[in-house]
């Protein structure tokens, strides 16, 4: 178990490879042990499938060369060596070459795998323009007239209908097309994925002119996102003849719109990409989105004429291998400045433009927040101030009230009463004690008789009645009540039933998780989007601040603004920045446990290949046991505890694509089901003791 869980395919990915071979014009036997080479280097890295450049045997050059028979010839001889070679490499091999089938000749893509041909894919769509003039040499494959054929003695599946499913992985089912295939309105692939194909392998030569690189990434980006699959893209790179084109060797392997590598352009010498395809996680997108089952019945005629071919590979899963994928530590948070920049824009404009529209349906110009001094609230308050300004309305608009409690420390009780004065809302103060002792009198409740009783009725005496506070507030001032919950904080039921990190009248925090609230804040302090330069100081404190609900008396009430208060909400229920990985994995694709843990350690451990938020952030590691024992907490409070907390939440405005947990849209679920099989998984996963090494 222990090998097996630090395996790649054990956990539904697969390793695939395109190579990009130094060539020879009409030399097979050169371009062939090119091919052996790369082959060999794939099989090395525990590739399961790689891909070679369109007539990689003879080269996409030789023009009306094809013709002669010594070149034809020689490119058998050379698949005949390939195919020995490929007896003792664990892993299916994808060549291009010219084919004769009946008197016509056809630019075929070949798959191999254990000393036998698979079988053979003829190009459909032959491009006769431009620089090119296919159709001078070859015959489009729906001029064939047979469906198989007979290579070497064996009789083979030929034609553009073939799926090729690696039996012991069978998510992994891969179609091939060539070139011209993919730049058409309907690809081939297409009806393929409709069929079940999750990895769609492109042979091209593809010379280069300025600007085709851009367009090759939109064409494969989109091809692979439409499909929901992994994309392969070879190209053409050096010794192909420069006599009218140049080549680049580009190729790209995508996954569901997402780059995943990229070779070298313009390189002296033969070379290979990886990548590690996520099978499972192509396979739920399917499965959630039901208009993918819908079109492939639309297209039944064309999916039905699909063949399965099947076939072991001896893949190495018993032995350790390192996901090489990189995991971004932060799923809701993109790494790369630019694109986070861009993320939070996003983010905050739903946001905002969801609350104005509920404004304006509902005719208030008013609304009640409490300010914390928190996270939470601090990013709401920022929403509600750029609702009033698109509005056109007065800041004071917005009735901010900070209520101090028992706990309230003195640090977040400035940062309340300095961030009130930033945004420039209507900022006032209710000491909440009074009223809580009261309430705790009317309980009985042994703290109104001077003993230091902090138990769950106590904080949540202090919670309730700030929500009372709040909701009769704006029945008094004809405004509503803005929530400040995060997703993370229902994910975990970290939040009082019926109280304001639970109940409003509109949540906007409702789908934006805790890491990304944190940078959502550092961005608005940073572009100055609300509050003016000067003032955003008060911003990076709150940033700065120990997370925590503040409900328990303790050294941050009589140790001034830099003491540690009694109570960390991250030593009670894990760290957010882990908890939002599990959540994200779970929510979204639906991961196994020992999946989602597995993705963790390559992400989270020393030498991880997941990556920070450029500029900011703790460098925080986390060993198997640490991810394991803050997983199993995130497995219990979030299948087993707080289901009933979720089915009752206010409106707001799902704002990614990593979720919600709102009855009405991605997250339906009973209130009283168990985790038992969840913690189960769990179980199985190795101590870190166990672990590989490093």
Same mark, same amino acid.
């Given at each position: 178990m222990t090998s097996r869980f630090f395996n790649l395919y054990s956990h539904?990915?697969?390793?695939?490879?395109?190579?990009?071979?130094?060539?020879?014009?009409?030399?097979?036997?050169?371009?062939?042990e090119q091919t052996i080479k790369l082959a060999q280097q794939a099989a090395s890295e525990g590739a399961a499938l790689v891909a070679f450049p369109e007539l990689g045997l003879s080269a996409y050059t030789c023009d009306d060369l094809f013709h002669q028979r010594a070149l034809l010839d020689a490119c058998l001889e050379g698949l005949q060596t390939i195919l020995a070679a490929s007896r003792s490499l664990p892993l299916a091999i994808v060549i291009g070459m010219p084919l004769r089938?009946?008197?016509?000749?056809?630019?075929?893509?070949?798959a191999i795998a254990g000393g036998r041909v698979l079988g053979v894919v003829p190009k459909?769509?032959?491009?006769?323009?431009?620089?090119?003039?296919?159709?001078?040499?070859?015959?489009?494959?729906?001029?064939?007239?047979?469906?198989?054929?007979?290579?070497?003695?064996?009789?083979?599946?030929?034609?553009?209908?073939?799926?090729?499913?690696?039996?012991?992985?069978?998510?992994?089912?891969?179609?091939?097309?060539?070139?011209?295939?993919?730049?058409?309105?309907?690809?081939? =692939? #297409?009806?393929?994925?409709?069929?079940?194909?999750?990895?769609?392998?492109?042979? =091209?030569? =593809?010379?280069?002119?300025?600007?085709?690189?851009?367009?090759?990434?939109?064409?494969?980006?989109?091809? =692979?996102?439409?499909?929901?699959?992994?994309?392969?893209?070879?190209?053409?790179?050096?010794?192909?003849?420069?006599?009218?084109?140049?080549?680049?060797?580009?190729?790209?392997?995508?996954?569901k719109g997402e780059l995943l590598a990229e070779s070298e352009r313009f390189s002296d010498e033969s070379h290979i990409i990886f990548a590690d395809v996520d099978l499972e996680r192509l396979s739920t997108e399917r499965m959630k989105a039901t208009t993918f089952a819908q079109s492939a019945r639309r297209h039944a005629a064309e999916v039905a004429a699909f063949r399965v071919v099947r076939f072991d590979l001896a893949l190495p899963v018993e032995h350790t291998m390192p996901l090489a994928r990189g995991i971004e530590r932060f799923p809701y948070v993109p790494a790369d400045r630019a694109r986070r920049d861009e993320r939070c824009t996003e983010v905050y404009n739903i946001q905002v433009q969801a609350l104005i529209q509920r404004l304006a349906s509902s005719g208030i110009q008013k609304v009640v927040i409490g300010v914390s001094g928190g996270l939470d609230s601090t990013h709401a308050l920022l929403v509600c101030a750029k609702v009033m300004d698109r509005l056109k309305l007065p800041r004071t608009n917005i009735l901010a009230y900070t209520m101090p409690g028992f706990a309230t420390?003195?640090?977040?009780?400035?940062?309340?009463?300095?961030?009130?004065?930033?945004?420039?809302?209507?900022?006032?103060?209710?000491?909440?004690?009074? #009223?809580?002792?009261?309430?705790?009198?009317?309980?009985?409740?042994?703290?109104?008789?001077?003993?230091?009783?902090?138990?769950?009725?106590?904080?949540?005496?202090?919670?309730?009645?700030?929500?009372?506070?709040?909701?009769?507030?704006?029945?008094?001032?004809?405004?509503?009540v803005i929530g400040t919950g995060d997703l993370s904080e229902l994910a975990l039921g970290w939040c009082t039933y019926g109280v304001g990190d639970h109940m409003s009248h509109y949540n906007v925090n409702a789908s934006v998780p805790k890491t990304l609230i944190s940078y959502l804040v550092r961005w608005v302090a940073e572009t100055g989007t609300v509050v003016a330069e000067g003032q955003s100081q008060v911003l990076?404190?709150?940033?700065?601040?120990?997370? #925590?609900?503040?409900?328990?008396?303790?050294?941050?009430?009589?140790?001034?603004?830099?003491?540690k208060p009694a109570q960390s909400t991250q030593e009670r229920i894990g760290p957010y920045e882990l908890q939002d990985f599990n959540l994200f994995y779970t929510l979204r694709y639906g991961f196994k446990p020992s999946k989602v843990a597995f993705m963790a350690y390559s992400a989270w451990h020393d030498n991880a290949a997941g990556r920070w938020p450029d500029e900011t952030g703790t460098r925080n590691q986390?060993?198997?046991d640490a991810i394991k024992r803050n997983l199993s907490i995130f497995l219990f409070r979030f299948f087993k505890t707080s289901q009933f907390k979720r089915s009752c939440v206010p409106n707001g405005p799902k704002v990614g694509n990593g979720g919600s947990l709102s009855p009405r849209g991605d997250w339906r679920a009973p209130s009283d089901s168990e985790a038992t099989v969840w913690l189960d998984d769990l179980a199985n996963i190795p101590d870190s003791s166990k672990g590989p090494p490093p």
């Open positions: 539904h990915f697969a390793r695939v490879a395109v190579a990009i071979p130094r060539i020879r014009v009409a030399d097979p036997a050169y371009n062939v089938v009946n008197h016509m000749l056809f630019n075929c893509a070949v459909s769509y032959l491009p006769n323009y431009g620089e090119f003039y296919e159709s001078r040499q070859f015959t489009p494959a729906d001029c064939a007239s047979v469906d198989q054929i007979d290579l070497f003695g064996e009789t083979v599946p030929f034609g553009v209908n073939l799926l090729f499913e690696v039996a012991n992985l069978p998510l992994l089912r891969f179609h091939l097309e060539i070139c011209e295939d993919v730049w058409v309105p309907v690809p081939p =692939s #297409s009806f393929a994925a409709l069929a079940g194909a999750t990895v769609l392998v492109n042979l =091209s030569a =593809s010379n280069v002119v300025v600007g085709k690189s851009g367009y090759r990434h939109q064409l494969v980006a989109q091809q =692979s996102a439409r499909c929901m699959a992994a994309y392969l893209y070879t190209s053409a790179g050096r010794g192909e003849s420069t006599t009218d084109m140049a080549w680049d060797g580009q190729s790209l392997i995508y996954e420390s003195e640090r977040t009780l400035k940062q309340a009463r300095d961030l009130m004065a930033a945004v420039g809302c209507s900022a006032q103060e209710i000491d909440i004690r009074p #009223s809580c002792i009261q309430m705790l009198k009317d309980l009985g409740h042994p703290y109104s008789e001077g003993t230091p009783d902090y138990d769950i009725t106590f904080e949540n005496v202090q919670a309730g009645e700030r929500t009372n506070h709040l909701f009769r507030l704006a029945n008094f001032h004809n405004g509503i990076i404190d709150i940033l700065d601040t120990e997370i #925590s609900p503040e409900l328990v008396p303790g050294g941050a009430v009589s140790h001034g603004t830099d003491a986390y060993d198997l």
